[in-house]
């Protein structure tokens, strides 16, 4: 992926790894619009970072998608990056049916929120010079955290929607990239100060240093998530389920927090 002089939407933008994400892609010489649901929130960022801009939009709602897409190529036809990092995570009892109206939001944000955006934007990427989509997917796609079936489900949909995705878009020029955090330092599921997630800073700094080492990952796997995203091939798949469970009472207070 070209790190500079790129115009790149990021959804989710407002917080966490979306807005850090967008303040160092502004840091690197691109053009940025945040996306969020929030007008005021996105009012503040753009009044804070010179070369941020925003844009009103919540991807669970195909309306605002479609006024987004409206607005971009008309105003900011130079697009060619479009990061999906919107998502919702949310804990659920699986014992009776009231968990239900979480993982149909879930859902709804997680899962068809990107692939809406994508419907409605690949086509205009299609079209542009040095075109990228970023997926964020999780580390728990791989291994889940029981307490957020859901989420973990959405996400693992992610990682095969995306790897679908670069094989049909090979022959474009978009270039097609996941993006799999493990746990990191936000407001998800309130671990913004968990001494077991990964400090946001040092995720951020990983992350564009192989984006700018290695020209086309396909996945971006920093070194926290590799106890998640390799556990099946490298065995330890039950030993790390028990883990994200609480099971494993050898290792109680030890346990990872939930992947952003």
């Not at 790894?17 to 619009?33: D, E, P, W």
């Not at 005021?40 to 009044?47: F, G, K, M, V």
């Not at 990427?125 to 959405?154: C, M, R, W």
């Amino acid at each position: 992926m070209k790190m500079t002089g790129n115009t790149i939407l990021v959804t989710g933008g407002t917080s966490g790894i979306g807005l850090g994400l967008a303040l160092r892609f502004c840091q690197a010489g691109n053009k940025v619009i945040v996306a969020g649901r929030r007008k005021e929130l996105l009012e503040q960022i753009a009044a804070g970072h010179e070369g941020i801009e925003t844009l009103v939009l919540d991807v669970a709602d195909p309306a605002s998608i479609a006024r987004a897409y409206e607005t971009v190529s008309s105003r900011y036809p130079e697009v060619n990056v479009v990061i999906n990092v919107a998502g919702i995570m949310l804990p659920e009892d699986l014992h009776d049916s009231g968990f239900l109206p979480a993982a149909e939001s879930t859902v709804t944000t997680n899962l068809l929120g990107p692939i809406r955006m994508l419907a409605a934007f690949i086509p205009f990427l299609a079209e542009q010079k040095d075109a990228a989509v970023i997926n964020v997917s999780s580390g728990l796609a791989f291994v889940p955290l029981p307490i957020t079936p859901t989420y973990n489900a959405t996400k693992a949909a992610i990682h095969s929607f995306t790897e679908s995705l670069r094989v049909q878009l090979a022959d474009t020029p978009v270039q097609v990239l996941e993006l799999i955090p493990p746990a990191v330092r936000t407001a998800l599921m309130g671990q913004q100060d968990s001494e077991q997630a990964m400090p946001l800073d040092d995720f951020l700094s990983e992350v564009m240093t192989i984006l700018q080492t290695q020209p086309d990952p396909g996945q971006i796997i920093v070194d926290n998530v590799r106890f998640l995203r390799f556990a099946e091939a490298g065995g330890t798949y039950g030993k790390v389920l028990s883990l994200l469970s609480g099971t494993d009472h050898a290792s109680e207070g030890k346990l990872p927090c939930p992947s952003s």
